[in-house]
């Protein structure tokens, strides 16, 4: 069965000359920052309200879902002045990622603008989020290292501004875990990019060279910094506690579009494997994806709460991009269609996942009749997740198969993936009854913009997968898989998940949702109360003169003794 | 006179005449601090715009050469520390006129005199070229400093007395190197005696003098273990001192350490000596950096956090002891510049927040301390600035410190820098959870809140704008650097 393109989308558009480009990769670039100064200057007055705060969060990354589709791979913006001179551009790889960055960002907008418009604190929340937007972008543009970075750094502490707008206990140890893990993936990608440039000077940070060069240590650093914002098994317990910590719209655009980063970072560094790159480490790194997508469903099923599960569930979506970036790292062959693939794979999750989140806080309000129809609208992005027919999930699915039978451990993945689908339909069926489960709100109707925003995100995936064959060309060579066969699976997971579910209705304890205990952190917080007493003490005592006496002599002692001849 | 040197002469000159002129008429104390901070920027400015298009100023004053008379020389890194103390030098003034207020200022005699006796001794330490005359710009420094902390009496003056005893044991140790370098070589002018330290590197009186200056410099720059005049010095002093002494006088310290190191020891820096530097360095960087996560009342966290940055800075030397000077005094004397206007924004912020509620700012748990608007996007966008986000100077700076640590494999002090670049992250993201924008009450403390904010607000950009004009600020600093 041969794919149901649709015609190309935008031909014209591409072959327009590179000034419209320039100029769109620009206004993306700058938009944000603008709308930024805006909440920013005007944080003391009142131009926060909600059609103000509704037209700039939705307009702002406007050009980015322009330049994604119409600017064509020449338009390069040359920013001189930032640092040592940067490089922006799209390009086939980032293409996929500027779309789901723009689209979902421009939507979750709306979406925010509705939900947090009346609240207090809204020009702060809109300062964050449009420089998490501008940084997103940036990155995502990026030609080389240090842009990439700056854009990476500035989107990831400002999303911290939004994990914690609520300044409810959950968020602020949330936030706490979050930069904790952060930090050390800021830490990780700085080391990681200084040793490129000590090797090779600012000149190597360009992506074309930094990849082909950088060396082993280097790469071990960047992984790890791609890794902690990808999610990772065992670098992601931030992931669940900032989603379910943050406000509807922020968990959106972190699961959508912010966590995606760590895909791209990788796609461009990873993209070609270094000559004699061990292929021990392409297999690990498709097992540990895997692992994570099969844990992630499991925990997203067994941890309660919508929002938890759907955040437990991009852990697990994002172990099955990091198998195909391994698959991608690994075989020559299939490197083509594994990265295109988990491209448009960033692009149908990141869109999906928001159209998740936003449908779960809609059926938080009260809706009346409405109700039933948000019901049945929101299984539409669950089985896209899933991988169903005719939606953007198929093309994801039948790419990441495709890609997993070129691989040398075809034997082991294709087998695996179909168990991972399987739990992914169950975790989406567990996300949608936890949803449809919520108390309805006694009163307070959703503003129109809500569902503005949510019936733009659920349209969304078609339009995205119409345009995939122009801003992915080589999602081309992909054959869609048989409705049968990619059905199976589904099904599969569904008869699972009714088992189960009537295992519990008999009496069964399997399912009990269990909600997310903060543990360990009373027993993080006495130690670090014990810590901090040791600390001042210790201070004290380096402040009374005998001590100071002392020290200046060992000081001194130890100067002499280094320098004499 | 060429405008080089007329500029130079400036500098020094107008706030020293400023500060006498300040004394003698007290109540006009605000408008000749306000003008002279102003043809100070302007002066300095010009000046960095002279060595950046002609190279290095030098001048001999009274036309007496090296040996006999005063040389002044202006390279790269010490235009941009004169264009720093300009920035600071406006931004402090505006601050502290604001603080203030309309009414009658007690001590407005003795600080605009004192705070231009500052302004000078910085300008005279960033421009002399010879050992001695850095001494006397150092003790005016030290004595303008001092008696800074001190003009608040009380509890101030205990604080004070421990910075005068560190800063004049300090002073005293650097005049003891002094000595003995012009006993060994009848020469003051450094590099004079680079050359002769080159010549014979066994010299027991140059390792001698090397020791004993950098202990004195060591302590005046509150490198840890002799930090401990620092935090109750900068802690209790009102903002705008605070933000003048953490951005600039302690940095200055380490400055004239750098110069040292890298003008004429240079030869003497080797491994050994390497080892000993990185210690104390890494146990500023790491100990400051604990014990500003440990701290509760926001200006002891900046206070603290200086300690840590200067350490940070400090390693430099290691790093050029490993064989990468020209990287290591680069990336030092931008983190240096870059500190100066953030730290300074941050206490600034601090002041702004403690003006808003009438009451020093202490944190009590998350989104406890009200901050007014635009002190919390100037202590957000300064924080950024000192973590190291791209794209500020901070960056820049710790990214060519950490470069050179690569280039020349010292993987210790880069080790060093990335963890005290996460300690700074954590103790300003605790700074910051800890804070909650509000609108400022309208009422009395709305003028000071707003008079201290606007200039935390432009050093904070002045921090960011650092990045884009980065390449700017490179070559001014490859003009001249390295040996003078």
Known sequence: ?????????????????????????????????????????????????????????????????????????????????????????????????????????????????????????????????????????ALVLARDLAAFYAGFAVMTFAAYGLIIHARERAATVAGRVYLALMLLGE????????????????????????????????????????????????????????????PTAASAVLSGAMVKAGALGALRIFGAPAEGGPAELGAAAAALGIAGALYGAAMGVWRGGPKTALAWSTVSQMGLVLTLLAVAYAAPEARAIASATAAFFALHHGLAKAALFAGAGILAFRLGRARGAARAAICLPALALAGAPVTTGWI???????????????????????????????????????????????????????????????????????????IAPALKAIELKGVLAASWPIALGGALYAAAVGFRARGGRAFEPRVEPGEGAPRLETEWRRARAIALCAERALQRFPVIGYLLVATLAGLAAALWP | MTAGEAAAAAVFAIPLFGGVSAFSRPRAGRAIAFACAAVFFVAAAALASIVWARGPVEAAIGGWPAPVGIAWRIDGPSALMLLLTGALGVAVTAARAAEVGGGADPEGRLFWSLWLFLCAGLAALFVVADAFHVYVALELVALAAVALVALPRGAALVAAWRYFVATLVGSTLYLLGVAVLYGEYGALDLSLIGAEVAADPASPAARLAAASITAGLLLKAAIAPLHFWLPAAHGRAPAPVSAALSGLVVAAALYVLLRFWLGPFSDLLDAGVGVVLAAVSAAAALWGGLQALAQRELKMILAYSTISQLGVAALALPIAAAGEATAAERGAVLLLAAHGLAKAALFLAAGAIAAAAGAPARLAGPGGLRAPGAAYVAF????????????????????????????????????????????????????????APARPRPG????RTRGLSIPALALAAGAWAMGFALQWLEALLERGGGTP
């Open chain 1, 1 to 137: 069965m041969t794919a149901p393109w649709p015609a190309e989308v935008a031909p014209a558009a591409h072959a327009a000359g590179g000034g419209a480009g320039v100029a769109l990769i620009a206004a993306a670039l700058v938009l944000p920052w603008a709308c930024f100064l805006f909440f920013t200057l005007g944080a003391y007055g009142h131009c926060a309200r909600r059609p103000v705060m509704a037209l700039a969060l939705a307009l702002a990354p406007a050009p980015a879902i322009a330049a994604a589709l119409f600017a064509p791979d020449g338009a390069k913006v040359a920013a001189d002045a930032f640092l040592w001179g940067a490089r922006f551009g799209a390009d086939a790889t980032g293409r996929p990622f500027l779309l789901a960055v723009g689209l979902t960002w421009a939507l979750a907008g709306l979406y925010a603008a509705g939900s947090i418009a009346g609240s207090e604190g809204r020009a702060r929340f809109s300062g964050f989020w449009l420089a998490a937007l501008g940084g997103n972008v």
């Open chain 1, 396 to 470: 994801a699915k039948s790419g990441l198969d495709a890609a997993a039978e070129l691989s040398p451990h075809a034997g082991w993945l294709v087998p695996a993936l179909y168990a991972a689908t399987m739990a992914t339909t169950v975790l989406m069926l567990r996300a949608v009854g936890l949803v449809w489960a919520e108390p309805e709100a006694a009163e307070g109707a959703p503003p129109r913009v809500l569902w503005l925003a949510w019936v733009g995100l659920l349209a969304a995936p078609w339009i995205a997968g119409a345009a995939a064959r122009d």
């Open chain 2, 380 to 435: 957000a966008l300064a924080a950024a600035s000192l973590v190291g986000l791209p794209p500020t100077g901070g960056f820049a700076a710790k990214f060519r410190l950490l470069e050179g640590a690569a280039a020349a494999g010292a993987w210790i002090p880069a080790a060093l820098i990335l963890a005290a670049t996460a300690l700074t992250g954590a103790y300003l993201f605790r700074a910051f959870e800890g804070m």
């Open chain 1, 187 to 246: 830490v990780a990608l700085l080391a990681g990019i200084a040793l490129v440039a000590a090797a090779g000077g600012s000149e190597a940070l360009a992506f074309e060279r930094a990849a082909a060069e950088a060396s082993g240590t280097a790469r071990a650093l960047f992984a790890l910094g791609f890794g902690i914002k990808l999610g990772v098994l065992g670098l992601h317990s931030w992931l669940p506690r900032a989603h379910a910590a943050a």
């Open chain 2, 444 to 447: 009395a403390g709305a003028g």
